[in-house]
Every structure is written in structure tokens, then in C-alpha cells.
């Protein structure tokens, strides 16, 4: 079984570039344009725009990193019933990028429609894990889950001059 982690870029697309920059830039960070968010996301020269606004870029970047990362965490754990043969349905590739906002935006949607969708996700989860268990999936690494990490798009030398 193999699913593919949204990127920063896709997450940008799907729910709005304005969204999610505003919900990856934190205090004591200053706010950003997000076409600068999408260009350090796509990878492309970042020239036109100050060093300050860059690394809080590539802050911004590391927060969206964390929160799909987190999101993978999440559906691992409710899948790691799932027998090797046994591919995940297509609404859990589909609810990956759903996950990930909810953990990109923290706190600020305890009492949203954002928190009722991520809570109806997790029931789902919840009930193909049991369903899994019922049929005799084991946890001890039956599951053959493979998640599949975009390319970096930053190294060392591409960060050299921050």
C-alpha cells in the first residue's frame, strides 16, 4: 500500500494560497505575500523578495512540513491494521491535505467547521481500523505502508546564504 503526501504546493492549491500562508506565518514572524510562499514552494529563485521575508518562508515551510508529517503520523496509526495486500480506500488520499490544515491552523479551529471535518475524518479512520482488526490484520508490521515524501526542495546549498 503506498499513498503520497500532499505538498506544501498542492495544499496551496487546494485550499488557497492566501489561507495557508496566513496560517503558516506565526508570531514573532512578520505576515508575507503568499506568491512568495508558493514561488520557495515550487523551488524558484526567491531574488525579488528581502532575506527576512525569505526565511520566513522557509519557516513557513517547515510549519507545513510538520503539520503533513504529523497528518501522515495520524493516518499511519489508523492503518497499521490494513494487510499488505489491502490498498487504503481513495477518501484516505483525499483526506491526507484535509488533515494537514487542521494541523497547519493549531488552535484556531477548536470551534469550526474545519474541527467538525477533521473529527469526522477520524471516525472514519477509527471504524476502517477496527474493521481492519475484525479481519485479522495484526500490528506487528502486517501492513505494508508505504507513504511516498515529495522531493526536498531545499538542501544546505540552496539555504547556504540564509
Request: no cysteine; proline share 6%; net charge negative.
Amino acid at each position: 500500500m503506498n499513498i503520497s503526501l500532499p505538498s506544501a504546493v498542492q495544499l496551496m492549491h487546494r485550499f488557497g494560497e492566501e489561507e495557508i500562508t496566513v496560517a503558516a506565518v506565526k508570531p514573532p514572524r512578520a505576515p508575507i505575500e503568499s506568491g512568495l510562499l508558493l514561488a520557495a514552494a515550487e523551488g524558484k529563485p526567491l531574488d525579488d523578495w528581502s532575506q527576512e521575508d525569505v526565511e520566513t518562508a522557509v519557516d513557513a515551510l517547515a510549519r507545513i512540513a510538520d503539520a503533513i508529517s504529523r497528518a501522515r503520523s495520524e493516518v499511519s496509526f489508523y492503518l497499521r491494521f490494513r494487510k499488505e495486500s489491502e490498498d487504503a480506500p481513495e477518501w484516505v488520499k483525499d483526506d491526507l491535505p484535509e488533515l494537514a490544515r487542521y494541523h497547519l491552523q493549531g488552535t484556531a479551529v477548536e470551534e469550526s467547521a474545519m474541527r467538525l471535518r477533521y473529527r469526522d475524518i477520524i471516525k472514519r479512520l477509527e471504524k476502517l481500523a477496527t474493521e481492519d482488526e475484525a479481519r485479522g490484520a495484526s500490528e506487528s508490521g502486517d501492513s505494508g505502508l508505504q507513504i511516498a515524501h515529495p522531493p526536498r526542495l531545499f538542501t544546505r546549498k540552496s539555504l547556504g546564504r540564509l
